[in-house]
């Protein structure tokens, strides 16, 4: 047995040797063997072909040259130390791996993916959305008449990933073809811009996007297909290598700018904060404003620019009052407070510990209602659609573990709407929808839950994630189901009836839409409180119509989920108004 470990140990290691001696030292192509200094235009930066210079100053040189904005990968390098060498202040090794499937030994999926299809950047809608995904994932975004351009040429290809139910784009990827690209003698090809809809439903897309591109390739005779990926990147990592991608040793070198430089500069002194606390002093160092993190844990920081200085706790900050705090924390006061200001309020009891009298009237009145703490948040406690005193009951004591005084408000169905309003202006749209898992036929709805709430923490930093509770059961068992149903292939089910961000809801932007009468409602509600910085939310049955009723108001809303809608910006300017860019300010006065 030790003998067949050291023969398997030994071949593994000649196996290495010669794919770097194959791989890793070829010699820089001869002109004859195609475009000598090569490069392709990718609408984000160019793709430079490191393997067609032959000397390293010319090549430096063409990284030198990027354009603003713009993010050039010098792709195949064969020796970064020299290339380095040539501009050492203004280059960087960038900390990814090379990873390569040969296209003559991969095997397509046996199992085809449900609910999305595959295809071609199509439109000018298509490249808004891609942009959209791209800007959501902090990637450089490409002009949509760059797209639109590309749509046809046989070097590039770009595909997204379109939602059979609602049309939507919900990721994309982007392929190059070097034969095309400068006559690759290899006939190599490369993947590049992988991303999924932080807000995708779906599980797979990635996967699909990539096996999408490979089958793609084959079919033009591709020898391979490469792609960079960070170190870090474990997921990824995990993917390529579940789809037969083999590590290879090349290098990427980029140039420094301020794209890049988070992979250049070294972690940040102080602990990072939270994805909503994160977005805002991210804007503020882009501004120059001093960031002090005061505490990472708790989303705490201080904000400093000429003569101010304010203390922050993500979106809350110096400029919210105590006492616009205090009404946003009741929602029987906050009710109260903005109905006085003509905004539509729904029917509502506070109730105390023994009046199942009022409780039951009340139910009979509406048919259904809502059970909720009348203070907390992050949906933490509430109950939703519910129609027997039984339920009614079990949701109370449940609430009443987070708030000795508990609501109970009439059901209004509809869609929830979030409208962020920053210094009395609206600034950003988007429906929450509830949580929801697609079956596969194999697995049960609680392995479905898990799956989904991984993807969702991924997405947000950890923020969301979909708990299994009472209402998350009382939810399943409304339509038949439990956590042990093994849920059929394609079949979709909302786990949970709330829409919050933090169970598991999802966030869709809508700010283009809203009717008039919406607007003016959450500016409204805003003005009542006397607060600069909130999301109000509504429940609609459209964001284009004009009727509503008002839920709640939120002191600390996160801003990290409206992009693209510029909010961050917006919270900053409030703070420090000197520091709006020329440019941004003349643009207003316009």
């Not at 084959?218 to 960079?228: E, F, N, V």
């Not at 809608?565 to 316009?590: C, G, H, M, N």
Request: glycine content about 8%.
């Amino acid at each position: 047995m030790a003998e067949k470990r050291r023969r398997q140990a030994k071949a593994a290691f000649d196996h290495r040797l010669r794919r770097m001696r194959d791989q890793g030292m070829k010699p820089p192509l001869e002109q004859t063997e195609g475009r000598k200094n090569a490069s392709i235009d990718c609408g984000w930066g160019r793709l430079i072909f490191a393997e067609t210079f032959s000397d390293p100053e010319e090549l430096a040189a063409i990284l030198r040259d990027e354009g603003p904005d713009r993010r050039d990968i010098a792709f195949y390098v064969r020796d970064p130390h020299v290339l380095l060498s040539c501009a050492p202040q203004e280059l960087f090794l960038d900390p990814s791996h090379t990873y390569r499937v040969d296209l003559s030994t991969y095997r397509p999926a046996r199992r085809s993916h449900k609910g999305f299809h595959i295809r071609r950047l199509a439109t000018e809608q298509d490249a808004q959305a891609v942009n959209v995904i791209y800007q959501s994932r902090g990637m450089v975004q490409v002009p949509p008449e760059f797209f639109w351009s590309k749509r046809s040429a046989q070097a590039i290809t770009v595909l997204v990933a379109e939602d059979a139910e609602t049309d939507e784009i919900i990721g994309t990827v982007y392929g190059v073809d070097h034969r095309h690209a400068f006559g690759d003698p290899g006939n190599g090809c490369s993947l590049w811009c992988l991303a999924v809809a932080p807000q995708a439903r779906h599980g797979g897309i990635g996967e699909a996007l990539v096996r999408h591109l490979i089958e793609q390739s084959q079919a033009r005779s591709c020898a391979y297909l490469d792609l960079s990926v960070m170190h870090d990147n474990e997921q990824a990592i995990a993917l390529y290598e579940k789809l037969g991608f083999e590590r290879v040793p090349f290098f990427t070198v980029k140039r420094k700018n301020p794209i890049n430089e988070k992979f250049y500069a070294g972690p940040a002194t102080e602990e990072e904060l939270n994805p909503y606390g994160q977005i805002i002093v991210n804007e503020a160092r882009r501004r120059g404003i001093h960031v002090e993190v005061t505490d990472a844990e708790g989303g705490f920081f201080r904000l400093t620019y000429g003569g101010r200085s304010i203390q922050c706790r993500e979106s809350l900050s110096e400029f919210t009052t105590g006492v616009a705090v205090s009404i946003c924390d009741d929602k029987a006061v906050t009710r109260r407070v903005v109905s006085k200001a003509d905004v539509l309020v729904p029917n509502q009891i506070e109730i105390g510990l023994d009046e199942n009298e009022a409780v039951e009237a009340f139910l009979e009145k509406h048919g259904s209602v809502v059970v909720k703490p009348a203070r907390g948040e992050q949906g933490r406690g509430v109950a939703i659609d519910l129609k027997t005193m039984d339920e009614v009951n079990e949701s109370i004591t449940a609430a009443r573990t987070l708030c000795d005084r508990v609501i109970i408000e009439e059901f209004v169905t509809g869609n929830d709407l979030r409208l962020v309003v920053i210094d009395y202006r609206v600034v950003a749209a988007a429906m929450r929808r509830p949580p929801l898992v697609v079956g596969d036929g194999q697995s049960t709805i609680a392995e479905l839950i898990a799956r989904q709430s991984r993807r969702r923490q991924a997405a947000t930093g950890g923020e969301s994630s979909i708990p299994i509770d009472g209402e998350t059961e009382r939810c399943l068992a409304s339509v038949g189901l439990n956590l042990d149903t093994v849920l059929e292939e394609g079949r979709d089910v909302i786990v949970r009836r709330s829409a919050n961000l933090h169970t598991g809801g999802t966030i869709h932007d809508v700010t283009g839409e809203v009717h008039p009468t919406l607007i003016e409602a959450a500016v409204n509600a805003a003005r009542a409180i006397e607060i600069p910085v909130t999301g109000i939310d509504l429940m609609v049955q459209s964001p284009r119509q004009p009727d509503y009723r008002f839920i709640e108001a939120n002191e600390r809303p996160g801003l990290a989920n409206h992009e693209p809608q510029p909010t961050a910006e917006r919270f900053v300017d409030l703070l420090f108004p000197l520091s709006i860019p020329q440019a941004a300010r003349e643009a207003r006065r316009k």
